[in-house]
Structures are given as C-alpha cells and as structure tokens.
C-alpha cells in the first residue's frame, strides 16, 4: 500500500510539472512473478489494472483474484497461446507482428470480442528486446486495419534501454511519442489510439 501511495505520489508531481491531469495516467500494477497474496494486498490499496508477462501466470491468477480486475499482457506472446487468455485478458500490450495480430484477430472473433492492442516498438533497436522498428509500426496498422475486424488498435508499447539516469533515455520515448501522434487523430472503427504504455519502476517519471 505505501509502495503504491508512493508512485501514485511520483505520477502525481510529474504531471503537475507538465500541466498534465494525472487522471489520464494509468497505473498498471506489474504483478508478475508476484504471488496472489500480494496481488490482493495491491487490490486492497486500491489497484485495479494488473500486468503479466506470462500466459500460464494469468490463467493462474485470474481466478483467484476479483472479477473487476483489468488483466493487462505486456510480455511476448507466443502466437499458440493467444487462446488461453484471449478471454481473460483486456489489453495485449506487446503485439510484434501481423502473425500473432491476425491470430488476437481470429480467437477474438471466435469469442465475439473486440480485443484492445498496443504495437510494441523498440524505438532503441535493442537486439535483446521484442519489438518493431518505428519504420515498421506503419505498414503493420495498415495491415492490421485491412485484414482484422475484431482487433481495436488502441497506441503504442515501449521498453526503452535501461539507463542509470533516464533522462538518457528520453530520446527513445520521444520517438514513440511522436510516431504515436501520427495516428492519435485519426477516426477509425478498428484504429483509436489512446495510450502510450511507457515506463517503468525506474524511468516511468521520464517517460
Ligand atoms: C516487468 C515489466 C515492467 C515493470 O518493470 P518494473 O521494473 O518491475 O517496474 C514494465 N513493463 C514491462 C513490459 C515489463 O515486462
């Protein structure tokens, strides 16, 4: 409870800072590897919206938490493991490729749901990290927008290089901002960007 006081203190004066209402930051609650007791714990504090990086973790999970928790995917997803929680999820972070998106596509339609997405850019071109190239993320939204109809584009995800001071690293969130509001505007029925999922423990400030 206090540690998530605190970051809500730290989002808190970032926005202040930039003028920014920090109603518009979500918090997401990263809770993998984390046990259910603490999980509850977080929820008793408040958390509602909890990250996972792995499919087994979330199937675990989800039932022994409250149904009004918001399950959000942000590791790499293996395309044969997309039906296991393509219902229990409601945002997948960390879509990568047209494969793994018109498989989201197929099992959402299957389920008669719209599932929410974000692309995973390296803006860094880190070799050890998931993720397209920016010069990539385009021509996959309009792959995606011409192929999937039960798949909602909502922003884009980004894990920059670690940094011992993050304002090094701003540069790799700027560039993901400003790709990101290329499409924000746009008015599509498969396309609504509205988050940019950036930051972490370390550099969330930052970002
Ligand atoms: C683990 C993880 C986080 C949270 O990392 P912390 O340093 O524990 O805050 C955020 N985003 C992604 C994609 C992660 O895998």
Redesign the pocket.
């Known amino acids: 409870a206090e540690n998530l006081a605190q970051v809500q203190k730290n989002i808190n004066e970032s926005c202040n800072k930039i003028n920014r209402d920090p109603n518009e930051v979500t918090l997401?609650a990263?809770s993998?590897t984390k046990p259910v007791e603490m999980l509850k714990e977080a929820y008793d504090a408040g958390a509602r919206v909890f990250?996972e990086?792995k499919v087994q973790e979330i199937v675990d999970k989800y039932d022994q938490m409250p149904s009004d928790v918001k399950w959000h995917m942000?590791?790499h997803l293996q395309t044969n493991k997309v039906k296991y929680i393509i219902d229990k999820v409601s945002m997948i972070?960390?879509v990568d490729s047209y494969k793994l998106a018109a498989e989201i596509d197929k099992r959402a339609g299957a389920k008669g749901i719209t599932m929410d997405i974000l692309l995973q850019v390296n803006s860094a071109q880190e070799e050890s990290k998931f993720g397209i190239t920016t010069a990539e993320t385009e021509e996959l939204i309009h792959e995606i927008l011409e192929n999937c109809e039960n798949i909602r584009l909502r922003g884009l995800?980004c894990?920059a290089p670690f940094a011992e001071d993050p304002e090094d690293i701003k540069v790799y969130f700027d560039e993901v901002k400003k790709q990101y509001d290329q499409f924000a505007g746009i008015e599509h029925p498969h396309l609504d960007f509205k988050y940019l999922?950036m930051g972490?423990?370390?550099d969330?400030k930052v970002a």
Do not use: D
């Open positions: 997401i990263v993998k990250g990086n942000i590791g972070h960390s995800m894990v999922s972490m423990s370390h969330f």
